[in-house]
């Protein structure tokens, strides 16, 4: 217990994986038009992220250490996520088809999320345990919704503004995520 | 140490297949058949010029019928007939072929220009000075982002500075449509060859100040028409396709010279 609160609350604030580490930043801009789809996008990544750091670290420990081929590494992590994303494409597109559409071409592409990918492979340098592994994976994919939602919030807002052609939409998307980012920055050091 | 690796990534592999074709009998989703097989005979291109992301998302909209079966412009008459006899609604009414035109004739010898531009030779930046560098506000700037754009080598540059398009090439594709910052490029039907070539939607008097060939809005084209095929909206005059019968009374009687009755670019004026 004593190890899992900080990683748990580590990942989310401290080392979040969107605005600390910058991993994962195309959905992150991609999908954070709307808090609706955000938070839909921010439970497909939770359940492929959880899940992946789970299978990704039985996967190394139980198969890739023992034999010696550590070095099949990236290829099998690969396999895991792509078959999870498959798994979640499947299951949104019959639970949730309104949910598909906005998701578009995103959902398929949290294959490709550095994100999840990212968070696996810390999991391994870092050592953890089965268990911490999991917390890990739970509390980077609250982060990441917590930073889709906190910009999909203002982007919303940021919609009605009356502001110039040349920062309005993407541009200022950026600018709004860097000063998140900055803001972040703060929480250095608390755990 | 070979064949560990070979065989563990092997068995990881199985064992996700096995769980996703378990998965996609227990989520399964009902397709339409139709979707299935309009999608079949699309082209692929997935050039977007329908208005949807891609072909498969067009085969849907044209089984809801929100997408007409001709909006495919690459599949073109082919494609059309096909989705018609899917959907087993009558082929005649798509058979209708659509090319692209430049709606303005206001080359450098008709249409001055209010100040030398010497920027990036893109259309499209020029539109970022004071709208353009043309006197008239709506004409083509004949920079040629349009030539740039298209795929099948349909536009030509010509020397006064006005795009011309080969209507046997074109193959309505919508894209110099899309990107010309002037929206002056219009989809015509091909079978009717008078159109009005101007994009001013001034009045008159600011038309005659700008260019000597653009239309005023009087209307005398309209009044002559037998067919009662044109109307006149916003100080510029439209040729409807279905009525116009090729006639040739409204060039006669045009007193600017704005109407052409050939796909190409050619007019009394100009010969
Ligand atoms: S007669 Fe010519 S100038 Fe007059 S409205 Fe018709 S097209 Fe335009
Ligand atoms: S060609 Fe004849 S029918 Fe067609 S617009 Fe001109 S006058 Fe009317």
New interface residues.
């Given amino acids: 217990m004593g190890d899992l609160l900080p990683i748990f609350f580590g990942v989310i604030f401290v080392n979040n994986l969107v605005l600390i580490q910058f991993l994962g930043i195309c959905p992150f801009m991609g999908v954070s038009k709307k808090v609706d789809t955000s938070i839909g996008m921010g439970m497909a990544v939770t359940f492929v992220m959880t899940l992946a750091a789970v299978i990704t670290w039985m996967?190394h420990n139980w198969?890739?250490v023992p034999?010696?081929?550590e070095y099949?590494q990236t290829?099998?992590f690969i396999?895991?996520i792509a078959?999870l994303v498959?798994?979640v494409e499947?299951?949104v597109?019959?639970i949730s088809?309104s949910l598909y559409q906005s998701l578009?071409v995103f959902l398929p592409l949290i294959t490709t999320n550095c994100a999840i990918m990212g968070l696996a492979l810390l999991n391994i340098t870092n050592e953890y345990s089965l268990l911490e592994s999991a917390v890990h994976g739970v509390g980077g994919a609250i982060g990441f919704t917590i930073a889709l939602l906190l910009i999909a919030g203002i982007r919303e807002q940021l919609e009605l503004a009356k502001m110039n052609d040349l920062v309005k939409g993407i541009s200022v998307a950026f600018i709004v995520a860097g000063v998140i980012s900055v803001a972040f920055l703060g929480f250095e050091g608390v755990v | 140490?070979f064949v560990?690796?070979i065989v563990?990534?092997g068995a990881?592999?199985l064992f996700?297949?096995l769980?996703?074709a378990f998965?996609?009998q227990v989520?399964?989703?009902e397709k339409d058949p139709k979707i299935e097989a309009i999608s079949e005979f699309l082209p692929a291109a997935n050039c977007g010029a329908c208005g949807y992301?891609g072909c498969g998302a067009f085969a849907e909209a044209v089984v809801k019928g929100e997408a007409g079966i001709s909006d495919c412009a690459p599949g073109g008459n082919d494609v059309a007939s096909k989705i018609a006899d899917v959907l087993g609604v009558s082929a005649a009414e798509s058979t209708e072929e659509y090319v692209a035109e430049v709606a303005c004739m206001g080359g450098r010898e008709y249409c001055d220009e209010q100040f030398v531009y010497h920027g990036i030779n893109d259309c499209r930046a020029a539109m970022m000075y004071a709208n353009g560098f043309k006197a008239c506000d709506h004409g083509c700037l004949g920079l040629g982002t349009c030539v740039e754009v298209c795929n099948f080598g349909a536009i030509t540059m010509g020397d006064n500075g006005i795009p011309i398009m080969d209507p046997d090439k074109c193959t309505g594709c919508n894209r110099c449509k899309n990107i010309c910052p002037k929206n002056v490029i219009r989809m015509i039907n091909k079978k009717t060859k008078h159109h009005v070539r101007c994009n001013s939607k001034d009045k008159g008097k600011v038309v005659k100040r700008a260019c000597k060939i653009g239309c005023i809005g009087c209307g005398v084209c309209a009044k002559n028409c037998p067919e009662e095929a044109i109307t006149v909206e916003e100080n510029l005059a439209y040729i409807d396709s279905h009525t116009c019968t090729n006639c040739g009374k409204c060039i006669e009687k045009c007193p600017r010279d704005c109407i052409t009755d050939t796909l190409d670019f050619k007019t009394k004026a100009l010969s």
Avoid: T
Wanted: aromatic content about 16%; proline content about 5%; hydrophobic content about 60%.
């Fill in positions: 996967i198969i890739l034999f010696g081929i099949l290829v099998s396999l895991v078959s498959q798994f499947m299951a597109e019959k088809p578009g | 140490m560990y690796a563990s990534l990881i592999g996700f297949g769980v996703l998965a996609s989520f399964y989703v992301p």
